[in-house]
């Protein structure tokens, strides 16, 4: 008969404190209910660990009131699983503590025989509920040990169900993290070789590992000169709860378990009240905090503003530059530019709330930081990101490419550690890769008359040959990038399977050599998500063929057969992750930006 096992932690303080990290060592006693271990055994058995890990900022609003969205406590707790991907067992749940104000945790040390997630929360709150709204538990060992089983909790299970606590419906009045003090929930997923003294919780290259938050983030802006915003009256069908951690980055289907913020029942005040700044008003002192949402729940707001000297309320909803709903989701900064007002708006909310979206009565534009999008490296200073790692163009004739974005909060104006550089004229084609900007141009930083962060498009040509191994370099400061590039030909107009998977793979080919996680079909003036379809290796045929996850590494991009007389082209991310059956130590958690040329039908004539 399996037993449940309670994890209980006492760390020791004081002069034993200090005389235990003199002995690489903090003592933690861990036994089960039933059974306890003498003290010599369980120190034999134990290693001390430093925790290196800081917020994956998205871009903070100057005011110092809003330093809690970058609060990562001290204390936060590691959830241990053996084995590879979601399949993988709990093992243990230790609360690391602080000494001489560093993270440390003190886990049972683990052979390698098989391979390790370290699941990172931060910022736990004091409760959590478990695949339901209904049974709230602390946040302890007390709590864990009554859902989690040693050796049959899986990581997918955990991910699954581990949920914050469920607003009130509605939710007056409050909204969630928002208050003095109240820190975000943060996490981050390390997979490891074994557990011993040479085991580092950080990132392979030393930096500190990125946490993401459970929540997303909005703002509105108003900078439209015929409009006054007055502020937000109401949030409608957010979503009432989250998961602490996602494993594969998909929004958890909350549709029927939704609330509203507002501030009072009759919504005759606001919920968020816009501040004055140069050019219009903002919320940006007081955003909206909620969790991710997808687009089927269709989360809107009630704002109020102002419109030819009459208070009028209009209803907002969440949608791209094509006027499609769009997800919510975490770790995002979602800004909400009021461009224009074109008329008035309703004069109660409860019309508002009744009527379609504003998006003709006003004009905004929503731009997302989502920095959780780029890979980035950072030291205490400041971080170089980029939109993705590797670029891939199926192309046959020279063209520009936008081959990546890169992101940074940089404003050091360094003398020379400043750069962008290709290696074109080692690789065959005899000229610069880079367009925009130059080879060997300043990487641009953030000044007075750029956005915090700096987000650049970076353009190259990309000749009719099959470039393979060329590369542009980021160096700014101590940190450096490198953006690898490669070239395959025009896809022909019948169509063909791209295969990406752990295969060898050769310049002649379409397919690629990587073991892919996800995948997603962007939005695109030819339409690509009509032709370009996403598929596994195996299974039944999918209806939702923009984007994919998969775990056995393998997505098939099928090209439908281009019957235009004229060419098209569609752009794809793809997330690649570590091959569970290859020994490395390299991080090989990525994202490939593939441009796809496909070629027009050949038109015969007379």
């Not at 199926?394 to 550089?421: H, M, Q, W």
């Not at 141009?441 to 060329?470: C, F, K, M, W």
Request: hydrophobic residues 35%; glycine residues 6%.
């Amino acid at each position: 008969m399996r037993e449940r096992m309670r994890i209980i932690s006492i760390h020791m303080i004081g002069f034993w404190a200090l005389l235990s990290l003199l002995m690489l060592s903090g003592c933690e006693h861990e036994f089960a209910l039933s059974e306890q271990v003498g003290e010599e055994e369980v120190f034999s058995e134990k290693v001390q660990l430093e925790i290196f890990a800081r917020a994956n900022s998205y871009h903070l609003p100057s005011t110092k009131g809003l330093m809690d969205e970058g609060t990562v406590g001290k204390n936060p707790w590691m959830f241990v699983f053996k084995g590879e991907g979601p399949n993988a067992t709990f093992v243990e749940a230790v609360q690391a503590f602080e000494l001489a104000g560093k993270r440390y945790v003190i886990l049972t040390k683990q052979s390698n025989d098989s391979k390790y997630q370290l699941l990172i929360l931060a910022n736990s709150p004091d409760r959590f509920y478990y695949g339901d709204a209904v049974t709230e538990y602390g946040f302890d060992e007390t709590g864990f040990s009554a859902q989690l089983m040693q050796g049959l909790t899986t990581l997918a299970d955990f991910c699954t169900n581990m949920l914050t606590a469920p607003l009130a419906v509605p939710s007056v009045s409050v909204i969630p993290y928002s208050g003095n003090g109240q820190v975000i929930p943060m996490s981050y997923l390390l997979e490891v070789d074994k557990i011993d003294h040479t085991t580092k919780i950080e990132n392979t290259d030393g930096t500190p590992l990125m946490l993401t938050r459970a929540i997303a983030k909005m703002v509105i802006v108003n900078k439209a000169t015929n409009f006054e915003l007055k502020g937000v009256v109401a949030v409608m069908n957010v979503p009432r709860q989250g998961p602490f951690h996602t494993l594969d980055g998909l929004i958890r289907d909350n549709t029927s378990n939704l609330t509203e913020y507002r501030n009072d029942a009759a919504y005759s005040s606001l919920l968020v009240q816009a501040d004055f700044i140069d050019g219009g008003e903002s919320t940006e002192n007081d955003p909206v905090y909620l969790y991710e949402s997808d687009m089927r729940n269709n989360t809107h707001l009630i704002i109020q503003g102002a419109y030819g000297g009459r208070d009028y309320f209009y209803k907002m909803a969440i949608v791209n530059k094509d006027v499609q709903l769009m997800d919510l989701q975490r770790n995002h900064s979602y800004q909400f530019t009021i461009v224009t007002a074109k008329g008035p708006g309703y004069d109660t909310v409860e019309d508002a709330k009744a009527s379609k979206p504003s998006n003709t009565a006003l004009d905004y534009e929503i731009s997302v930081d989502n920095r959780d999008s780029y890979e980035v490296v950072a030291n205490n200073d400041f971080f170089l990101g980029v939109s993705n790692s590797v670029f891939i163009a199926y192309t046959s004739e020279g063209a520009n490419f936008e081959v990546f974005k890169l992101i940074t909060d940089c404003r050091t104006r360094f003398p020379n550690a400043c750069r962008i550089s290709d290696n074109g004229n080692e690789v065959g084609i005899g000229v610069p890769l880079l367009v925009n900007p130059s080879n060997g141009a300043r990487i641009p930083i953030v000044d007075d008359t750029t956005s915090d962060p700096n987000i650049t498009a970076v353009e190259a040509q990309i000749s009719n040959g099959l470039l393979d191994h060329a590369y542009i370099t980021l160096k700014l400061g101590t940190l450096e990038k490198t953006v690898r590039i490669r070239q395959r030909y025009a896809i022909p107009a019948a169509g063909v399977t791209i295969k990406y998977m752990p295969a060898a793979d050769s310049s002649d080919s379409f397919d690629m050599n990587y073991y892919c996680l996800s995948a997603y079909v962007e939005d695109g003036a030819d339409d690509p998500k009509s032709w370009i379809k996403l598929r596994p290796s195996v299974g039944a045929v999918r209806e939702d063929t923009d984007k994919i996850t998969v775990d056995d590494g393998t997505i098939y991009i099928e090209v439908l057969g281009n019957t235009m007389s004229k060419q098209r082209s569609g752009i794809i991310y793809l997330t690649t992750i570590k091959d569970p059956g290859v020994s490395s130590n390299t991080n090989s958690v990525q994202r490939i930006k593939l441009n796809i040329s496909q070629l027009s039908q050949t038109v015969v004539t007379d």
